[in-house]
């Protein structure tokens, strides 16, 4: 292990630590004469070349004095979040928080925190992304400066109390935006009120655990139409919409020998006098796989997260009402969800998708062996790739070979050229999609 890359690390978490409380303890205000205050700190080393000592000595009293007054304060107070059970990546929403004064007199002047879990990353997290991005900073693909973010799941804005009488509840709406998707954890609230200058703030902080699920991103998409013909799906409609082995009821015959008891119709026997059974047909329907490519060295690649998305907009934009969908991939193993006909809906496999992770530990050809034990009953297969490479141009001339018609998009890094080979697909261009970061929703438009 690189001993230089863990002090790093350690680095790194002490630095986030430190301006994670000073955002936090410091306002505005008082972030400005703190920033003022280092600023003269520095350039007054020598007070016979500089006056600037003078203005440092102002500005550490003033500091002093706020640190003196900013403890906690000794007020009780208890807290409800009205949160929403979902919300979606990119895109901000609101929530209430209730919160009640517990003591005799009344709490103005107050604002309102939010305690998320901490976001900071594992050393191997952290090192894998460090390593992806020096790659990828080398070959004048990214900037630095997108790390800064990176592990960020939501920004919440400061919210103000309006004041709160003596044993009563008030209300408070809270803005949120995630920037990621997965399982966001709230730890806790904390009511803040400023010092008489206005510098630092004292806390009071309530324990209020809570999540909600982010979901993916979605983007807008034309109606599409996806290639593929109505298949013979063994158990027919009880396949999708009841448990067991039944089909769909066409008519009433006489009994043969070795028709199951469970299949004759009692009031007709009684009626005819001899036994007759329901007669049954099987089902064709069709039947689309949406194949999501999750074999990526980097755990938090933005590549990764931007196929999660276009997954999930075709999960949004494929009607399910008379056909099936399946989403295949492989994580800790192979997974295999169904939605369309009465099975699973579209809002849960977001949920699916929400929390889908890269997997490092197995190679491509798992994801292989799960779609080519499906390909029998598909229809047709949309296929989202992460890279194009040997394995991956194989995958998708076997499924060629096999005769199931394919739509293929790879996502790519910004300012990378978009023109790749389509391999087995470069007779039919219209199958084959480059979607590259920055302009996915462009590319998605171009789909028919």
């Not at 107050?110 to 460090?130: G, I, K, T, Y």
């Not at 060295?297 to 099936?324: D, G, K, M, R, Y």
Request: with cysteine.
């Amino acid at each position: 292990m690189n001993p230089v890359l863990k002090i790093l690390y350690r680095l790194y978490r002490l630095y986030s630590g430190l301006r994670y409380r000073a955002q936090r303890r410091f306002t505005r205000p008082g972030l400005a004469m703190l920033g003022a205050l280092i600023a003269v700190s520095l350039t007054g080393l020598d007070p016979d070349l500089s006056a600037s000592y003078q203005a440092f000595t102002v500005l550490l009293c003033f500091v002093l004095v706020a640190v003196c007054f900013a403890g906690s304060f000794s007020a009780r107070f208890s807290a409800v979040r009205l949160l929403p059970t979902f919300g979606t990546a990119g895109s901000p929403f609101s929530y209430r928080v209730v919160v009640r004064n517990l003591t005799a007199e009344t709490q103005s002047g107050l604002s309102l925190l939010e305690n998320l879990a901490d976001p900071r990353p594992s050393f191997q997290d952290w090192r894998a992304v460090r390593l992806a991005e020096d790659k990828l900073v080398r070959s004048f693909r990214v900037s630095r400066r997108r790390r800064a973010n990176l592990f960020k799941l939501a920004t919440v804005k400061d919210a103000a109390v309006p004041p709160a009488p003596p044993n009563q509840e008030t209300e408070v709406r809270v803005e949120l935006t995630p920037l990621r998707r997965g399982v966001l954890r709230f730890t806790g609230v904390t009511l803040a009120r400023p010092d008489p200058l206005g510098l630092l703030r004292k806390f009071v902080t309530l324990p209020l655990p809570q999540t909600a699920l982010i979901l993916p991103q979605r983007y807008p998409m034309p109606p599409i139409a996806l290639p593929g013909t109505m298949k013979y799906q063994e158990g027919g409609v009880a396949l999708a919409a009841s448990v067991g082995q039944s089909e769909e009821f066409v008519a009433l015959r006489d009994y043969r020998n070795g028709d199951p008891l469970r299949h004759i119709h009692w009031r007709s026997w009684a009626k005819a006098g001899k036994p007759v059974v329901k007669e049954f047909e099987d089902e064709f329907f069709v039947r689309h796989a949406l194949v999501l490519d999750t074999f990526t060295e980097h755990a938090h690649s933005e590549v990764f997260e931007e196929a999660v998305s276009v997954a999930a907009s075709f999960v949004c934009t494929i009607q399910t009402q008379e056909s099936l969908l399946d989403l295949l991939f492989v994580g800790p193993q192979s997974y295999c969800f169904t939605a369309g006909r009465g099975l699973a809906h579209m809002e849960q496999m977001l949920e699916i998708l929400a929390s889908v992770r890269a997997c490092r530990d197995q190679s491509f050809r798992a994801l292989e062996h799960l779609v080519l034990n499906h390909v029998g009953s598909l229809s047709g297969c949309i296929c989202v790739l992460v890279a194009w490479d040997d394995d991956r141009r194989n995958f998708i001339e076997k499924l060629r070979l096999l005769g199931v018609p394919i739509l293929a998009l790879v996502i790519v890094e910004p300012g990378r050229n978009p023109s790749l080979d389509p391999g087995p697909l470069r007779d039919q261009p219209h199958s084959f999609h480059v979607l590259e970061i920055g302009q996915i929703e462009q590319g998605l438009a171009r789909l028919r």
